[in-house]
């Protein structure tokens, strides 16, 4: 089983966000891209500014793994589940590498340019991948590299002038090749309304700060507030974010890009193929409209619930968790937003209230505090099941 969690790596602080190449009001973003800027100074403005192609977000602390070698392709096509033989380069996908239950341990964006694959990684999990895939390399014609710290990455929704590639496009919300949406249909995603497009630069991380100062006139640096808004909005799932130690690709809606559901052999295959065919995703991934009237945002962690018919503060409190708070972002237009992790058979139309309980060393008095939230359907609590169980298979075992 792949540890994803025994290899401790902390990713350098980005020069735009300290030392002497730094801009002017940037400030660190929370959690996991703590080591570069959240916003510049101009949250809002940002956000605008990369919704409408003119600006990049710093991502350089992002995981870049490379693995070279004639049988480079063949051996990822075992070990993940995408299909990645047969291919014409230069191509982009995105494939997870699962558990034996076909729990998520790790999500990677993958781009090919005929000599090179290049893994794409969340922050701080490139190391464990790296030392995973070594482990894995038997007598297969491969190399694998880290590249973290060496090469970098910058987010853009549009193509940037005076940037070429290599560059990952984001496949999101398409269907590709082998892959199954689990929205009711694919034109009723909330990507396609917002008309999500993502695609991630890959640079020489020492020429980051001369990439930056030679952008156009009319581009801007945004910050991950910026991009995590939109990626919100769109219900793109983000491994750090959107998933924990039980979270299986359907729940998320991953088999839409990140899955090849005609291939076989990889580990997890079974539990992917069993949940689609046969059964229903215990939980499903929602957007949520969160209350606008509340100062600040709900902390991502807290408790979701369905508001209860007694509507008062004692049922709230005592109302049963249903799910998780996940991600939360503020967008310019739409306000409040989040994803929640709750129960598949949670009524699609049910009121939700994001549950905030107090830290065990809070005061006495102190109360949960409510918030809220209208629920956008992201995973159909109908998906899975594709083709129906198959009847008499428990007489014949009692046979």
Not at 61 to 78: A, E, F, M, N
Not at 103 to 108: G, L, V
Not at 132 to 154: C, I, N, P, Y
Not at 162 to 188: K, M
Request: net charge negative; hydrophobic share 40%; aromatic share 6%.
């Amino acid at each position: 089983m792949l540890d994803v969690t025994h290899i401790e790596y902390t990713p350098e602080t980005s020069p735009l966000l300290a030392g002497e190449n730094s801009i002017h009001g940037a400030v660190a973003a929370n959690s996991y891209d703590q080591y570069v800027a959240g916003h510049y100074g101009h949250p809002v403005q940002e956000q605008r500014a990369l919704a409408n192609g003119k600006a990049v977000v710093d991502l350089s602390h992002y995981g870049i793994v490379t693995v070279t070698g004639s049988d480079r392709l063949s051996w990822l096509q075992t070990l993940t589940t995408q299909q990645t033989q047969g291919l014409q380069a230069p191509f982009s996908s995105e494939a997870l590498f699962l558990d034996l239950r076909g729990r998520i341990e790790i999500a990677t964006k993958i781009y090919e340019d005929g000599e090179t694959t290049y893994l794409l990684t969340e922050p701080t999990m490139n190391a464990t991948l790296v030392d995973w895939l070594t482990r894995m390399q038997f007598a297969s014609r491969v190399e694998v590299t880290d590249r973290t710290g060496e090469l970098a990455l910058l987010g853009a929704t549009d193509e940037v002038p005076g940037l070429s590639d290599p560059v990952w496009v984001d496949p999101w919300p398409g269907i590709s090749p082998g892959g199954f949406a689990y929205t009711e249909a694919p034109a009723d995603h909330p990507a396609v309304h917002e008309d999500y497009a993502w695609r991630l630069y890959i640079i020489e991380a020492d020429k980051l700060v001369e990439t930056i100062n030679g952008l156009p006139e009319n581009f801007r640096i945004a910050g991950t507030m910026a991009s995590e808004a939109l990626r919100v909005a769109a219900g793109r799932p983000r491994q750090l974010f959107d998933t924990d130690e039980r979270s299986i690709p359907h729940e998320l809606d991953w088999l839409r890009t990140a899955v090849h559901l005609e291939k076989g052999c990889y580990k997890g295959q079974e539990t992917v193929a069993r949940v689609h065919n046969l059964g229903h995703p215990p939980r499903r991934l929602v957007g949520l409209m969160i209350d606008g009237s509340v100062h600040g945002l709900p902390e991502v962690g807290a408790e979701i619930i369905v508001r209860p018919d007694a509507d008062d503060e004692a049922a709230m409190a005592s109302a049963r968790s249903i799910g998780t708070l996940k991600s939360v972002a503020m967008h310019h237009e739409m306000g409040a937003i989040g994803t929640a992790m709750i129960r598949r058979n949670t009524k699609p139309d049910a009121q939700l209230i994001i549950r905030e309980v107090p830290p065990e060393d809070a005061a006495e008095d102190e109360q949960p505090n409510f918030t809220a939230a209208a629920q956008e359907i992201l995973t159909s609590p109908s998906a899975g099941k594709v083709v129906g169980r198959v009847q008499g298979l428990t007489d014949l075992r009692r046979r």
